[in-house]
């Protein structure tokens, strides 16, 4: 009976033991696979780091966001990448493009990413993954002492200015405002409000930054969210994005960028 | 059993499988205008259902428009080598047809297996030389099918620009092989066929496409030097009014709508003057915020002044070809302002004006 019970005890200890390797390498995997700060390989984060140079695609014909400048486009688009090349201890190189050669320049790795006021665009997402917004551009309110923060809350005899053929005024006509004045651009819409001639104008952000000093400007009714633009398989490059975007609009860089340009930053 | 009841075959009905998509055609329609030189660069690529194609042509008839430039990817039509589905242009030339519209056609775009001549990513743009027959095959195939129904074809878009050559600079003389083995396919297959250069892209970048295009003018010229003069038959261009009004001189380091007039010089001193001339895409954008943008008011002024104008001071041009008519999905950024009905088919005030125009 004696070596009966002795090997009975081996085999238990070998079957402890077996469990706890078993326990072992499983934690380790899953540790691994949910807290290792490891993946494929990102060739694009590997060469910005290596050549100290981020490539950045943008379309300088888009005024506040990117415009011509001489050596370098200037801009909230341009200053932002520059931003972020000086927080990740790099140099930024700009690839001047059309917006037809945006995309392309981005899968054909000519560049790193894409900042140039893109939005999110739904059929692109399986090669390129699009970071949180900085900026809501979108449709505002524009009023002397207040502006409506939504559409619910517009008077029925309010009456409201709105660019001819604009996205305020498709969003005027979409929500059945009654009483709206159609100009022939958002400036003369937020004059029309100066003047006393309207109660609000609905214009985008970009236009009624030009009259932040003088005018109420509610948060957007209607969005237009810009994002950064990265190939998806850059997932190291992606997630480096986005800390720093996070970072800057936490430390205020990101507050500082747009208020150079719009001469105010918009609340979300 | 429940499997099998569905499977049994019963008399009924048969629906149609989404590939065959039965639209009724309308009655055959006759396009009524004061101007047959209004045409628009439709944009019916990506658009899928078969539904909407129609609808999307009908209002250009409805416009007053009597002619399209519609964009026909070889990469759609040959995905195999050899193996050719028309099924996508057979819809669109058939609508257009039924329309009472004129079709030019432009052909472009490169399939995956005629492109695999690198290891990194190309993009549809990318044709390595070695495949230059390939596409000539393409062209001449579509001359064959299409002849009668469809007689000008454009040979690729803007090859004045690196994003046409698939990142690499652009190259005159490449263009030029390429323009000579398609022609000379397409008048084989179809000797009635109309072959039209491809239309450069306005821009006043320096010559040798190290700034991502290359000088329109000068490169035209590079062209002609190559004797690309003898592979076209009719000449297509792009001129856009980039926020000026379209009476604005001409020079060239300044871009504007007149800048057809210089690309005609050129034709002229290179004795083409007696070739039709194509405007193939044209036209303001009225995004409030887009450096070469004008108001919606502008855009509309502009643009029918443009058709007044040219009536009498171009007896060379042919058409006059607004890009783009309707986008099958949106942009989302400033492109979308260069269309005349939304992709829900909303029209937006130019729509209307130039029909007025039109009547």
Partial sequence: ???????????????????????????????????RDDGPPDPAWEKIQR?????????????????????????????????????????VHFSWQGYDGLYDSLLLRHVDIIISAIRSDPLRTDLIYYTQPYLDAGQVFVGIENAPQDFMAVEQDDVIAVEFASDGAIAAQQHELRQ??????????????????????????????????????SGPVVSDLYSIAIRRENWRLARNVEETLLKFKNNGTLDEIVTTWLGYFPEP | MFVLVLSFPRPGPRIPRAKHQNVRLDPPQVVQTSDHRICVHTRLTDEVEESKIQQTLRLVREMGATTIVEFLPWSYVEQEEGEYHWLHPDRIIKHAENQGLTVIARLGFVPEWARDDLDGPTSLNYLPEDQYPAFARYVAAFAERYAGRVSHIIIWNEPNLNFEWGGRPADPQGYTRLLKLAYEAAHEANPDVVILNAALAPTVAPPGGQEGGWNDLDYLREMYEAGAGAYFDAVAVHTYGFGLPPQVEPAPDALNFRRIELMHDIMVEYGDEDKAVFLTETGWNDHPRWAYGVSTAQRIAYTLEMYEFTR????????????????????????????????????????????????
């Fill in chain 1, 1 to 35: 009976m004696k070596p009966f019970k002795s090997m009975l005890a081996k085999r238990q200890t070998l079957i402890v033991a077996a469990s706890v390797v078993t326990a072992v390498v499983l934690g380790a995997v899953i540790w691994m696979v949910l807290f």
């Fill in chain 1, 51 to 91: 050549e100290k140079q981020l490539v950045v695609a943008i379309d300088p014909s888009y005024p506040p966001f990117a415009q011509y400048g001489d050596p370098v486009p200037v801009g909230i688009d341009a200053d932002l990448a520059q931003a972020i090349a000086d927080e990740w201890g790099v140099e």
């Fill in chain 1, 180 to 217: 709206v004045i159609e100009t022939q651009s958002s400036a003369e819409a937020i004059q029309m409000v100066l003047d006393g001639n309207a109660d609000y104008a609905l214009v985008d952000r970009i236009s009624a930054g030009e009259f932040a000093n003088q005018v109420v400007i």
């Fill in chain 2, 312 to 359: 009498e001071a171009y007896p060379w041009l042919e058409t006059l070809c607004i890009w783009a008519f309707r986008y099958p999905a949106p942009t989302n950024s400033y492109p979308d302002y260069y269309t005349l009905i939304s992709p829900n088919f909303d029209l937006k005030p130019i729509y209307e004006a130039l029909q007025e125009y039109a009547r």
